[in-house]
């Protein structure tokens, strides 16, 4: 079983910045994607984020240039940096992995949320 821990939520002005964390553990054998998704009051799941093994990074065209999705494969650990934040980012905001369990079995994990409120 693969556990995922987002960390790093909180209250931002507009305009400021924030950074996301997102640690993995468990029975891992390899991570393959690691992404961030984000779900705002009465709106479905969104993908903001996505990043493979390789570092190779996509995003949604809402965050583009302003977001940056990195990863320590070492240290099996997602982050996400939120500059030029708007009040439109405000949502919880999930960690999600996908990979091999040691069993080989293949995992499909999510974390339980962390909160993000862009308000002056």
């Known amino acids: 079983q693969v556990q995922l821990v987002e960390s790093g939520g909180g209250l931002v002005q507009p305009g400021g910045s924030l950074r996301l964390s997102c640690v993995a553990s468990?029975?891992?054998?390899?991570?393959?994607?690691m992404d961030w998704y984000r779900q705002a009051p009465g709106q479905q799941r969104e993908l903001v984020a996505t990043i493979d093994s390789g570092g190779s990074a996509n995003y949604a065209e809402s965050v583009k240039g302003r977001f940056t999705i990195s990863r320590d494969n070492a240290n099996n650990t997602v982050y996400l940096q939120m500059n030029s934040l708007k009040p439109e980012d405000t949502a919880v905001y999930f960690c999600h992995a996908g990979g091999l369990a040691r069993t080989l079995r293949r995992f499909d994990s999510w974390g339980q949320g962390t909160q993000l409120t862009v308000s002056s």
């Open positions: 468990g029975s891992i054998f390899r991570i393959y994607a």
